[in-house]
């Protein structure tokens, strides 16, 4: 007998590349749904076949109105189960589907995850770098001044930091993140994860940059970025030397200038002075 509910909105998750990952309970909640919306019909019609699954597909993409959430929730009340797909890994995380679910709650409608893989989790268990707490970005601006004032507002974040990010914008990116963050701060860059050219490299961000923009296929697939959080660069780069005139400095100037002044005596980036003054202070 079919575990599916009339009147259940399922959020299932996908695979990300791997269609081994997909789970057998998503497997029988799309194969039984009386419906799956889905971000792109003809994306996901490749999934259907794989798993031999025949059931009615309707779009639900990004750019989807009130009017087509209204039509979901409508069949949803009419005693339909409809089960929520986006063209990889989990719906709502970086795909559409957020007001549709919170029209559902507020219409008093089941909401039942189905859970599997996410990009995000999948490149943090394996990027090497703090995971007992972290933010999600999503996708950073894709002009540049934009993604550089977002990129300033976490420079200070002290959680690891996950951003996905598009594969031609990755050299600029990764330029900007040295900028913004100081050029040793840790980097795990997660490519093509669970696909054949799976890629995790940990590097500092400028030898990540150089190693990307000497490899042409590391600015191909698709890309997790984790950066690690400010503290736990604080002491890494700095000789004995810099630190102790840092905190020389730091009595008589602020920080910044402190900062400013002993990365050009030790040839550093002032970010990185800047993060070791805020680590001892903190
Ligand atoms: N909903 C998806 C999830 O749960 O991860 C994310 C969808 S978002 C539109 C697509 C982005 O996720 C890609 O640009 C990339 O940053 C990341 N991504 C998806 N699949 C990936 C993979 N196999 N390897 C690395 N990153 C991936």
């Not at 707490?133 to 930091?161: D, I, N, Y």
């Not at 630190?243 to 030790?266: E, F, G, M, N, T």
Request: hydrophobic share 45%; aromatic share 6%; charged share 25%.
């Amino acid at each position: 007998m079919s575990s599916v509910l009339p009147s259940v909105l399922y959020i299932v998750a996908t695979p990300i590349g791997n269609m081994a990952d997909m789970t057998p309970r998503a497997k029988e909640i799309l194969a039984n749904a009386d419906i799956i919306a889905a971000e792109d019909t003809r994306h996901s019609a490749y999934l259907m076949r794989h798993f031999d699954i025949r059931t009615p597909m309707l779009a639900y993409h990004e750019h989807a109105g009130e009017s087509q959430t209204r039509k979901l929730l409508e069949l949803l009340e009419e005693g339909k189960s409809l089960a929520l797909i986006s063209d990889a890994g989990t719906p709502l995380i970086s795909d559409p589907g957020y007001p549709l679910v919170a029209e559902a709650h507020a219409r008093g409608i089941k909401v039942c995850p189905v859970p599997g893989v996410s990009a995000i989790i999948t490149a943090l268990c394996a990027a090497g770098l703090p995971t007992h707490t972290f933010a999600f970005e999503g996708f950073l601006p894709a002009k540049a001044a934009a993604r550089q004032k977002a990129l300033a507002l976490v420079a200070e974040e002290k959680r690891t930091l996950v951003f996905y990010e598009a594969p031609h914008r990755i050299v600029e990116c990764l330029s900007d993140m040295c900028e913004a963050f100081g050029h040793s701060r840790r980097v795990t860059l997660a490519r093509e994860l669970t696909k054949t050219f799976e890629t995790i490299r940990q590097n500092s961000l400028a030898e990540l940059l150089e190693w990307v923009r000497n490899d042409d296929n590391q600015q191909k697939g698709e890309i997790v970025l984790v950066v690690e959080g400010v503290e736990y660069v604080a002491q890494s780069t700095l000789s004995d030397d810099a630190r102790s005139l840092a905190a020389l400095l730091v009595d008589v100037l602020p920080p910044k200038k402190a900062s400013k002044i002993v990365a050009s005596h030790y040839d550093l980036p002032t970010r990185d002075v800047y993060d070791f003054l805020l680590g001892l202070k903190n």
